[in-house]
């Protein structure tokens, strides 16, 4: 299979602690994107890189969020001391930039669900 | 500010029965518009883009229009495995990477 990958796939953790997600982007994307969802709710972005470097973050993402993309390739999403309001579904999703004004596809992965007791 | 808003919220129909999803946006410049569909516990699955008004796309038994203001997602004689919840998107021309997603619509299709 040759689509996004997210690890892990459910995370149950309680307040305070620290959780790292991963994600490993389709290999010959230059782009890849955190989102966050919660029920009946549509995915929300957070962050993306453009190969390693960072170049947007939502106002979403407070101080206790950070990314990484060290070598371009995948990412993680570290949250640090959670709260109960950061349960959520967790996608990552990647694209490969076209020249010219065209939008961007992304293809998302399968998520990590994140429950905070 | 822009902004993507989704109707029904819910949809239940039987097999063969044909609907229309309706997907509203207000954004400044359409870079493109995108439909997905997620099934629970999944993530979103591509299914199309959109890039202009007038423009159309068909996969199967699904047909996505695109207007100056809202995108229709036709379902043509649906059957149950495509009881999904279908997600709608805008991406800006003032934006490189976000795209904003409506809240999506459920639909079940009974046998």
């Known amino acids: 299979d040759t689509g996004v990958s997210q690890d892990p796939r459910h995370k149950i953790t309680k307040r305070g602690q620290n959780v790292t997600f991963r994600c490993d982007p389709i290999?010959?994307?230059?782009?890849l994107y955190w989102y966050r969802q919660t029920l009946g709710q549509g995915p929300e972005f957070l962050t993306y890189?453009?190969?390693?470097?960072?170049?947007?973050k939502s106002r979403l993402l407070s101080d206790r969020f950070s990314a990484e993309r060290p070598k371009g390739s995948f990412s993680t999403l570290e949250i640090q001391r959670t709260e109960q309001g950061d349960s959520a579904m967790y996608l990552c999703?990647?694209?490969?930039?076209?020249?010219?004004?065209?939008?961007?596809?992304?293809?998302f992965g399968p998520g990590t669900r994140l429950t905070v007791l | 500010e822009d902004q993507v808003t989704q109707s029904p919220e819910a949809l239940r129909l039987q097999e063969g029965e044909s609907s229309s999803l309706n997907c509203s946006y207000t954004?400044?410049?359409?870079?493109?518009l995108f439909w997905y569909r997620q099934d629970p516990g999944k993530g979103p699955e591509f299914l199309f883009t959109l890039y202009s008004a007038g423009e159309e796309k068909e996969k199967e038994r699904l047909k996505a229009t695109l207007t100056k203001k809202e995108s229709f997602l036709h379902i043509t004689a649906p059957k149950p495995e495509d009881s999904a919840t279908y997600l709608c998107a805008v991406q800006a021309r003032s934006s490189a990477s976000k795209i904003i997603f409506g809240s999506g619509t459920r639909l079940s299709i009974r046998p």
């Open positions: 890189f453009q190969n390693e470097a960072q170049l947007e």
């Open positions: 954004v400044s410049g359409l870079r493109g």
């Open positions: 290999s010959e994307h230059n782009r």
């Open positions: 999703a990647s694209s490969f930039q076209k020249a010219g004004v065209g939008g961007n596809e992304q293809f």
